[in-house]
């Protein structure tokens, strides 16, 4: 029984066989990434000794945040805004501005901070406060969203994005939007108060915190098919306390699947068409090149949502609680829901900031 109760999050792959700096190889813990390990020394700065959580194994070697961070590093002394990186109660010398959870534009502390490890406890079962679907273009988020909070609207709910466009005829405050003057909301946006924000044809448009927080203190649980880059907002505050769940393109079969059904009720994704009819008076050949440019364009747009879902969850793997493949509507729904029931049944290891 160990009396040092610190756990950590593993966020990267480590195979002791592959480290050319472990002085003996047979004294390394491999380990996975999303394993949780229970650090039981952190006196030598270079090595932690650790076990795995739930397995009987042994105690063994793993690289600290110190060791692995100077291996890994990319970050140019002048971005460097993390000076030592303090966990499990040691004490640390961090210079970090304030606005690195408040703000979209995250690029420069993303190239400052690398997140090796993350120190965890863990919760008895309880609900998380939002939901956050995420995933490339197409892959089903807002239809997921909006089928969730219609299935069981006092328990989910969703929120209203402000916009500086002026409403359209029949348009009101509220239904689709709120209606706010450009001024208004850039001024909100420098004090922070959007979770995010970007801008279309000249007008922004953003979702404001303070309307999760509505959503929150009604009792529901706050739906989101956010951006990637509002993760950290939500990951690292204990207001929010989000369950993510990834929702991933399917194979290239499945996709064309898909996009078929979206034009058959009227949607396509490309506006290249042509008249076949209108094509063979003139060349037979011309309507042929025509059909293969319009199928390779469509595969084009097939691996550039499968190579845009792979990459994304790759960036943002540390903040996804949940991934789950939309081969099927049906089917996908069911499994978010299952997700979400399991919260309030399973013990959960959650970020120790949520709790201390």
Same mark, same amino acid.
């Not at 009396?3 to 792959?13: I, K, P, V, W």
């Not at 969730?148 to 466009?165: A, C, Q, Y």
């Not at 034009?263 to 094509?279: H, K, Q, V």
């Not at 609680?321 to 978010?336: A, C, L, Y």
């Given at each position: 029984?160990?009396?040092?109760?610190?756990?950590?999050?593993?966020?990267?792959? $480590?195979?002791?066989? /592959?480290?050319?700096?472990?002085?003996?190889?047979?004294?390394?813990?491999?380990?996975? !990434?999303?394993?949780?390990?229970?650090?039981?020394?952190?006196?030598?700065?270079? =090595?932690?000794?650790?076990?795995?959580?739930?397995?009987?194994?042994?105690?063994?070697?793993?690289?600290? &945040?110190?060791?692995?961070?100077?291996?890994?590093?990319?970050?140019?002394?002048?971005? %460097?805004?993390? !000076?030592?990186?303090?966990?499990?109660?040691?004490?640390?010398?961090?210079?970090?501005?304030?606005?690195?959870? &408040?703000?979209?534009?995250?690029?420069?502390?993303?190239?400052?901070?690398?997140?090796?490890?993350? /120190?965890?406890?863990?919760?008895?079962?309880?609900?998380?406060?939002?939901?956050?679907?995420?995933?490339?273009?197409?892959?089903?988020?807002? #239809?997921?969203?909006?089928?969730?909070?219609?299935?069981?609207?006092?328990?989910?709910?969703?929120?209203?994005?402000?916009? @500086?466009?002026?409403?359209?005829?029949?348009?009101?405050?509220?239904?689709?939007? =709120?209606?706010?003057?450009? /001024? #208004?909301? /850039?001024?909100?946006?420098?004090?922070?108060?959007?979770?995010?924000?970007?801008?279309?044809?000249?007008?922004?448009?953003?979702?404001?915190?303070?309307?999760?927080?509505?959503?929150?203190?009604?009792?529901?649980?706050?739906?989101?098919?956010?951006?990637?880059?509002?993760?950290?907002?939500?990951?690292?505050? @204990?207001?929010?306390?989000?369950?993510?769940?990834?929702?991933?393109?399917?194979?290239?079969?499945?996709?064309?699947?898909?996009?078929?059904?979206?034009?058959?009720?009227?949607?396509?994704?490309?506006?290249?068409?042509? %008249?076949?009819?209108?094509?063979?008076? $003139?060349?037979?050949?011309?309507?042929?090149?025509?059909?293969?440019?319009?199928?390779?364009?469509?595969?084009?747009?097939?691996?550039? #949502?499968?190579?845009?879902?792979?990459?994304?969850?790759?960036?943002?793997?540390?903040?996804?609680?949940?991934?789950?493949?939309?081969?099927?509507?049906?089917?996908?729904?069911?499994?978010?829901?299952?997700?979400?029931?399991?919260?309030?049944?399973?013990?959960? =290891?959650?970020?120790?900031? =949520?709790? $201390?």
């Amino acid at each position: 029984m160990f009396s040092f109760q610190c756990y950590m999050r593993a966020l990267f792959d $480590y195979d002791p066989l /592959e480290d050319s700096l472990l002085p003996c190889k047979e004294i390394g813990l491999t380990f996975d !990434h999303g394993d949780i390990l229970q650090i039981v020394n952190q006196k030598d700065p270079n =090595w932690w000794q650790a076990k795995k959580v739930g397995l009987n194994g042994p105690v063994g070697l793993i690289p600290s &945040q110190e060791l692995e961070e100077r291996r890994k590093a990319f970050v140019k002394p002048e971005a %460097d805004y993390v !000076h030592k990186i303090g966990i499990c109660g040691t004490r640390i010398s961090k210079k970090k501005r304030k606005s690195m959870y &408040q703000s979209k534009s995250n690029s420069e502390f993303d190239k400052a901070d690398l997140l090796l490890y993350e /120190e965890v406890t863990r919760m008895p079962p309880f609900k998380r406060r939002t939901l956050a679907l995420i995933g490339s273009q197409g892959v089903g988020r807002r #239809t997921l969203k909006n089928r969730l909070i219609n299935s069981d609207p006092e328990k989910f709910g969703g929120v209203v994005p402000f916009t @500086s466009r002026p409403p359209r005829v029949l348009e009101e405050d509220g239904r689709g939007y =709120w209606f706010i003057d450009r /001024e #208004t909301m /850039e001024e909100e946006i420098r004090e922070h108060r959007f979770l995010e924000y970007g801008e279309h044809n000249g007008h922004l448009y953003g979702t404001k915190l303070d309307s999760i927080r509505e959503v929150i203190r009604h009792g529901k649980m706050c739906v989101l098919d956010c951006s990637p880059a509002a993760l950290k907002i939500l990951h690292n505050s @204990s207001e929010f306390m989000p369950y993510v769940i990834f929702i991933a393109a399917p194979g290239m079969e499945q996709l064309k699947h898909l996009y078929g059904m979206s034009r058959s009720i009227g949607s396509s994704s490309r506006n290249l068409t042509f %008249d076949r009819a209108s094509s063979i008076r $003139y060349s037979s050949r011309r309507a042929r090149t025509l059909e293969s440019l319009a199928s390779l364009y469509e595969e084009e747009d097939l691996r550039q #949502t499968l190579e845009e879902s792979a990459c994304l969850q790759r960036t943002y793997d540390m903040y996804i609680d949940s991934v789950i493949v939309n081969e099927d509507f049906d089917v996908t729904f069911r499994k978010v829901v299952e997700a979400l029931e399991s919260l309030s049944t399973e013990h959960q =290891w959650v970020p120790v900031n =949520w709790v $201390y």
